[in-house]
Structure formats: C-alpha cells, structure tokens
C-alpha cells in the first residue's frame, strides 16, 4: 500500500518538475524535501515536491478507494507518468470520510500527500505537453486556455572554454553575417549561430546563443561534434586558424522531459483571443468551490516574465495570497 500522508491543515504544497538536486537529512532519494518556513510570524510547512510529482492529476469520477486507486497507478519515473498528480474530485470513500475539502496529491512513486492548497510551479512546456492528464477534473479556461495558446520557445546556449584565449584583449565577440542562402560546407543548423560572445567574467570562454529547431537539433549532436562544428564556423569567418575548445558545455532544456523548452512568450493566439499570462495567476477552484490550486513560475511574471527571479517572484506572490487566505479564515 503506498504511503499517505495527511498535511491538509495549513499546508501548502509546491509541485516542480525540474532537476532537483540537494542534500538534506529529511529527503527520500533526494526528491522530496520538506522545510519549515515562517511567514509573517505564522509557521506553514512547505512541501517541494521534485521529480516524483512529474504530473498533476485530479483522478476521474470513480468508486474505488483511494487506497487501491494509487497502487493501481503505481509506476517508475519513466512509465505512465500521467497516471499520478493532483485530485480535487472524490472517491465514495473519501466522501464518506468527510474529505470533500482536500487535494489529493499523487507521485509516481506511489506517495500521496492530502492539503488543502497547491502551487504548481512546472514550466509552461511541461504544462503545455501533459496539462490534459494532470488535472481531474481538467483545467477550466481560461487556465487551459493559457497554456495551449503561449510560445515556449527553445533556445541552447553554446559555451567553448580554451586553455588560453586566442583572441585580443580588445575583441568583445564575433558576430557573423550571412551573404549566400546556403550554409556550403557547414552543418545548416550554424547558420542560427548569430555570433560568439566574449564572456568578460571568464576570460577564456566563447559563448555563442541557438535557437528555433535548430536549438533542438543542437542537443541531439555530441559536445564533441558541436566543438569541431564550431570550429569550422569561426574558421570559415575569421579566415584564419581556430585551436579546437578543450571543452563544450552546452544547454539542453528543451530535450529534458520537466522542461520541454526555454522561455516563455506571447503570441498572436494570445491577442486574437484576449489571454494573458495573469489569467492564470488567479487560484483554480475546486469542485467544493474553494480556491485550492495556484500556478507560479517563470512564464506568469507581470514584468519580468521569462527570468530565474520572475520565477521566484510570482512563487512568493502565490504563496502570499495563500498565507493571506489562511489568516482571514
């Protein structure tokens, strides 16, 4: 029987699905870890849920116990994940136990987490490729709406680190410049390769920027391969010799299946018919009426959408109104 635990008494939990790595006594496996915060001189307990969350279900209309229901959907990481997430509708079981105000959180490990509020703060490209089997009931628009209609575009940043640079002092980067239609000799996808770019703060790295298709392209090639490829670039423009990079680290965030991408932005869907990223600021209800399900991350910033600490931001700004919520009740 997989494990349950009951934190639905001012608990909020967080639902992430990239790469969680840390180190913590209190963690399983490194991918649940649970910490006491305070916030405005009340103690809640945050649960941040990695990995082992990597969809959000709210299961269907069924008479099964809640019970028997997870360890039917039991499965590893890389099978069925759509199979476990987050549940507002209930069970005849869980009716007759008078939880009618819970969300049911289910990992694919088989744990499931009772509470009463949640703030999923998975990347729009996750959302995007699993939002329809994460929710039951599915998402109302115009949450869904949202989703479906926002770009998340895909771009690989491409960093060549030399023992020594070859390049002056006064050169800041190389940016290239296309006359022909065809790339010739080169592989196609470095004709999106706009430039390389001297990084001020670490003097012996060139980082040059992908994106599009070919960014995606991008990741499925060697590090080897996009070093050698690189090199024929800088060659084929600067008409002179270019020492192969000791070592290429390059992004590959759309290939991660958490992420599926890069950054967020707007599109004419979204003007055509009237969305905006705020829309899904607001708290999904559950099916008792109350606000239960909040969406936070880099793609649902105000201002500083598509950034690290946008991300942050609207995270804290979820849970204020949660922390609010639970001080007014």
């Given at each position: ?9 001012d608990?909020v ?25 305070k ?7 945050i ?5 082992t ?6 299961n269907?209309?069924?008479?099964v ?10 499965s590893?990481?890389?099978?069925n994940?759509?199979?476990?997430g ?7 079981e869980?009716?007759k ?18 509470t ?7 990347s729009l490209g996750?959302?995007?490729q699993?939002e ?13 709406q ?5 770009g ?16 002056t ?11 022909r239609?065809?790339s ?28 599009g ?8 090639v ?37 992420i599926?991408?890069a950054?967020?932005?707007t599109t004419t869907t979204?003007?055509?018919l009237g969305?905006?990223?705020r ?5 999904v ?35 204020e ?9």
């Amino acid at each position: 029987m997989a494990d349950e635990t009951d934190i639905s008494k001012d608990r909020v939990i967080n639902i992430s699905n990239g790469e969680h790595h840390h180190n913590n006594e209190n963690t399983t496996d490194g991918i649940i870890q649970c910490d006491e915060v305070k916030f405005l001189n009340e103690h809640f307990d945050i649960i941040n849920l990695g990995r082992t969350s990597s969809s959000i279900e709210l299961n269907s209309h069924n008479n099964v116990p809640v019970e028997d229901d997870i360890k039917e959907n039991h499965s590893s990481h890389n099978e069925n994940i759509h199979n476990h997430g987050i549940r507002t509708e209930h069970t005849a079981e869980e009716q007759k136990e008078n939880k009618l105000d819970e969300i049911l959180v289910q990992c694919v490990d088989g744990t499931t987490y009772r509470t009463k509020h949640v703030i999923v703060t998975s990347s729009l490209g996750y959302l995007k490729q699993n939002e329809k089997n994460m929710f039951v009931p599915c998402l109302p628009p115009p949450w869904s709406q949202v989703i479906s209609s926002m770009g998340f575009a895909s771009i690989t940043k491409i960093f060549l680190v030399y023992d020594q640079p070859w390049w002056t002092g006064q050169d800041q980067g190389f940016q290239f410049i296309w006359t022909r239609p065809d790339s010739g000799p080169l592989q196609p996808w470095l004709r999106e390769i706009t430039g390389f770019d001297v990084l001020s703060n670490i003097p012996c790295v060139l980082l040059g920027w992908v994106g599009g298709a070919s960014a995606e392209e991008v990741e499925r090639v060697s590090e080897m391969e996009i070093g050698v490829q690189c090199t024929r670039l800088l060659t084929h423009f600067l008409r002179r010799d270019v020492p192969l990079p000791c070592r290429v680290v390059r992004s590959a965030w759309s290939n991660n299946n958490y992420i599926r991408g890069a950054y967020s932005h707007t599109t004419t869907t979204c003007d055509q018919l009237g969305l905006h990223a705020r829309d899904m600021t607001h708290p999904v209800m559950t099916t008792q009426g109350r606000s239960g399900v909040y969406f936070a991350g880099e793609a649902l910033h105000e201002k500083y959408f598509s950034t690290t600490h946008g991300a942050f931001l609207s995270g804290e700004e979820q849970a204020e109104k949660i922390v609010q919520q639970l001080k007014s009740t």
